[in-house]
DNA sequence: CATGAATGAGACTTCATTCAT
DNA sequence: TATGAATGAAGTCTCATTCAT
């Protein structure tokens, strides 16, 4: 089962140092890991299932994880950042055209990412990830909120509007976006949802503005 | 374990009917299991916990449910309509003051109730509760999509924002609005949230209008 | 669900007494259980499935019988004599014909009653039961036994047989006769058997006599 | 509750294959339920006892047997043919003396594998297990059929008995004969029988001829 | 007496985890 | 190091039996 590399050029060394190869079958694991508890949830997949959808005994799999959960984490710890949506440079080139882009590269992301869909089914199991996962969206909310004072400062944001709460709806729609998306039978618009996201953050006339002075 | 009625009339007849104590067991374990499932997760609360949170044995839980499942269908259907947001009008009276109470309202019964919290979990591992939830969901968003057409031909909306899309992220608002609070420290604020609704439905001079109207 | 008899007269008194009913009850438990251990079997069968089938409720069942197998006991009690095969009388008539008389009537009675198929599911968890039929049946081979002696003092036997074998030979088709008919595809031929049995009884020529004598 | 080979050449190497191992809990397993089933009957019997009368854990009843009815059934694939009674030469000596052996041996062999006494109490249950059974019947009354026909032609049966039905009594005899030993006090007689099944396929001068022939 | 809801022991089965090879 | 057989705790579910009404 194991030995499917090292027959790449004649002669070869024993060049592939074991770590390499240990590395590539612990991710091997945590690739296998992602797919099943995407496709069947987390509790619905078994350790068993990882080690023989990669491809290794079960043995193998407690040689490098701990247990079901740890793989999970480090699942985690590999990809958090690509779960975490990027932060909208508000005021180089046109808003609603930044942010579409913005939200499709996202939306696809996660999807192909796709972990965000057994969270849920995890935050109530492990309070350690749970606080992590907290404690990344305080994060994001501290980087939109400031983000959105800077612009405010230029005078670019409602007046009557609180910029704390702006940064929560923001991020609601940008989180829950791909997941949501049978509620209508039309297709997902990015720059529909990007043009709604402009509104709460700008008046029009600023926006109009904004976008004659890059485009 | 039994006696909790028979108390209703003078004279104590043997007329307590089986049927409502039976209801009332059945309601004890639903109401148990609910707690569970909020507090544990849907596949960390076992058939036995839900049994002895609700003070009966474990074969009294079978005799009224053939297994968990089908024991959060009856949850769901017995609190479907809990959960679905109130539509919401638009043009009796200060619109944000009405959307402020009715979201109040809305997510402290959704936090009273907590099975939104269970759904995530659930979706991938029951297809029928899966499809019964987009079902609502739809009809939800084919309501909100109306009433804000109302609206749209009265000439309140913004002329530049398509419905389909408001009326999807007011949903997205409307619907995660309580779990995800811990973004900020700050308490979450229903007059801004429903601020920000009316910002991205009405233009603000509208808005005004309907204020005036009726304040 | 009680209540179906006592209404065939008009002014009836009330003159089915207790113990009547009482033993109607316990019968018709017993014609329930006989049912369905028959058709799926002694452990297949509950004494749920036994009351419901018989149309009272369970806790009826146990004022009737302590349990299970006590019903099925009753039951044998009842049967028992029904499922001992008939002596013959050999020297009274064509042995042929009253054999094979014996035989079909017997046979079909087993398939009436058909106990004899939960027998061997029996025997290992109930020894009183498994006592009372191997009393049963030593009982039946000594009066067979005997009864070849009659004739054999009468010189119509085989000289060179073992009175005792013969006796268990004939016993042995008796018994499993009317179970084990999916050997051939031809129907069972209560003729061709009752020959058989002849021949390992009487010499051929004392049988001619004997069908001579009383034919 | 390992260890118990290693012993077959000298050296000693880490040679004892992992299927030999495995084979041998298999079989440690089969040859436990085969005692239970025996000893207290199939639906008595336990996979919890299985696996404790072998010496292994539950989970390992489970590895190697979906449950108590597939062991069952394996059990019934390797030891079908030893259940089977053995066909007689009824011309290459003695007939008496060679059915007597054969009988002998064929209870004795029925007697150590005793899985025999189980079949009644699972035909009802196991529709498959019954059809494979029935098969096997009927299979092994052809065989007995056509081997009565060929001493048929050779004039060596009586005219006058239905060979079907001598071929269906043979078999009565022959199948049921460890069973029901309990009739009489006196030991079961070999020759005795044998000489009754003599008597039922050959007339007796023929028999005689028989074994003068060969004796 | 009849009823059937309630009980809980115990059977069945799965799976995370260990450990000898 | 890799393997996978073995383990047994824990969950699911059934059913004989009791007992309040």
Not at 29 to 36: A, D, F, K, M, T
Not at 79 to 108: F, N, T
Not at 182 to 208: G, H, M, Q, T, W
Request: net charge negative; with cysteine; proline share 6%.
């Amino acid at each position: 089962m194991p030995d499917k590399e090292k027959n790449q050029l004649a002669g070869e060394f024993p060049f592939v140092p074991q770590q390499v190869r240990a590395q590539q079958k612990r991710h091997a694991l945590i690739e296998s890991g992602r797919c099943l508890f995407i496709k069947n949830g987390y509790s619905q997949t078994t350790a068993k299932d990882i080690a023989a959808n990669a491809g290794v005994a079960i043995g193998t799999f407690y040689r490098y994880f701990s247990d079901k959960r740890q793989l999970l984490r480090s699942l985690f710890e590999e990809q958090l950042e690509m779960l975490i949506p990027p932060e909208p440079s508000w005021v180089h080139g046109d808003p609603e055209i930044l942010l579409a882009a913005l939200l499709e590269k996202h939306y696809k992301r996660l999807d192909e990412i796709g972990i965000h869909r057994v969270l849920p089914e995890l935050l109530p199991k492990d309070p350690e990830l749970s606080e992590i996962l907290i404690e990344a969206r305080r994060k994001l909310h501290s980087k939109f909120l400031s983000s959105l004072r800077q612009i405010e400062e230029m005078g670019l944001t409602w007046k009557d509007l609180d910029l704390d709460t702006v940064a929560w709806t923001v991020l609601m729609i940008v989180e829950n976006g791909p997941q949501k998306t049978e509620y209508s039978d039309n297709e997902i618009n990015y720059a529909e949802i990007a043009k709604v996201i402009c509104r709460i953050v700008f008046p029009p006339e600023i926006l109009v503005r904004l976008q004659n002075k890059e485009g």
